[in-house]
């Protein structure tokens, strides 16, 4: 520290020339003396510069102009610190202000919720009716596609909420969901042959098809 | 007024809207001082007082009650005081000078409307050789020397509210006096 802020240092804490040594020394120097007195005098000025007063309704304007300030607060003057500041608005109830603090999770919530009533509404929807890939040459009865003897399909086939049976021959993969693939001896498929009766697995090989 | 402060927080963050009322009436009076220390225009320095506490209101969550519930506001303050500074334009300034015309600002050229004579003794004493020379200073010397005024501010206080380490807060505090004193030097009559 310069002479000059150690002098600063000595008006800032309050220690009087009869009480230090150091400071006495110091203030021997006419210079210094005379900053001394300059900063005794400006630290008064600062210390009494005035102080401006809010007006005397900002608490009722900030309370009004709080975001989430529905209902109107009734301000009265408060005169204690202690002293009640009655209102109008209920308090916020637990549930909306954990819900306010985790936006994500009820977001991850929202969408698992949406998404497995979406998912779980096809799987439903599917068991009921039949349904089938097209394919020229097989047979389809309420509740069963057969691929007769002697017929070849050469591409992948499908059949949703009935049974698939195989007496011809498939050049792709064969999959029945919700119901029996049977595979005759004299039937031939050169993919894979699938039977889904799971709704997960059934989620998992709706998943694949996006891909 | 720390236990009642830590239970009015508490309250709020539970949800209670009323406790924040509280919390205005007990800190209003701070936070106003010190964006007055920064702004030096009542007018500006209430609204950033308002924009302080709705601050405060919206982002309780962040406030840790580690530390003091005083220092983490009136930090708020000074943030808010700083950007409306930085934002403010020169040229708005009734008090700013006119450039080269020596000294002249626009509060010269109005005309002088006869204000109540209360009002009159205050705006003088407002306008004092003190005010003057304050606002010659640049703003990273005035600000930590005024906040030293606002009552029982401490250095730490200050280094946490305009984000400085506490020996450079007390270098300005130093310097900023230095340079008043200078002011006060080369004008006449100053003793």
């Known amino acids: ?211 | 007024m720390e236990r009642l402060t830590t239970r009015l927080v508490d309250e709020l963050r539970s949800g209670n809207h009323d406790s924040f009322a509280e919390l205005v009436e007990l800190y209003k009076d701070g936070v106003f001082a010190v964006a007055y220390k920064i702004l030096y225009d009542r007018g500006e320095a209430e609204d950033a007082a308002q924009e302080t506490f709705i601050r405060a209101y919206t982002r309780i969550d962040t406030y840790d009650p580690q530390y003091k519930f005083k220092t983490w506001l009136y930090r708020i303050a000074t943030n808010v005081a700083i950007d409306r500074l930085r934002k403010r334009k020169p040229e708005y300034s009734m008090d700013a000078e006119i450039a080269g015309t020596d000294g002249l600002t626009y509060q010269d050229h109005l005309a002088d409307e006869a204000p109540q004579p209360d009002a009159q003794v205050v705006h003088r004493e407002i306008r004092g050789e003190m005010h003057e020379a304050i606002k010659q200073l640049p703003d990273k010397y005035r600000i930590p020397l005024l906040l030293k005024y606002v009552d029982d501010l401490s250095l730490k206080e200050i280094s946490v509210m305009i984000d400085m380490p506490v020996a450079t807060v007390k270098t300005r505090i130093f310097r900023g006096r230095e340079m008043l004193k200078t002011i006060f030097q080369n004008r006449e009559g100053f003793n």
């Open chain 1, 1 to 211: 520290m310069t002479p000059e802020e150690k002098v600063q240092q000595y008006l800032e804490d309050g220690i009087l020339p009869e009480e230090s040594d150091e400071l006495r020394h110091l203030l021997e120097d006419d210079d210094l003396y005379e900053a001394y007195l300059q900063y005794e005098r400006i630290d008064a000025e600062l210390k009494a510069l005035p102080r401006p007063k809010l007006s005397d309704d900002f608490t009722a304007r900030v309370m009004a102009s709080l975001p989430e300030a529905k209902a109107r607060v009734e301000v009265t003057p408060v005169t204690r610190f202690e002293d009640k500041v009655r209102t109008k608005q209920r308090p916020q109830s637990k549930w909306m202000t954990w819900f306010r603090k985790h936006p994500g999770l009820m977001a991850a919530a929202l969408f698992f919720s949406l998404m497995s009533s979406a998912t779980l509404g096809l799987w439903n929807e599917s068991t009921e009716t039949m349904t089938y890939t097209k394919v020229p040459g097989i047979v389809v009865t309420s509740n069963e596609v057969v691929i007769p003897e002697g017929v070849t399909v050469d591409r992948d086939i499908t059949v949703q909420g009935g049974d698939l049976r195989i007496e011809g021959t498939v050049n792709g993969n064969a999959t029945a969901v919700n119901g029996r693939a049977y595979l005759a001896s004299a039937g031939e498929v050169t993919g894979e042959l699938e039977q889904i009766d799971r709704m997960f697995e059934w989620m998992w090989y709706s998943f694949k098809q996006i891909f």
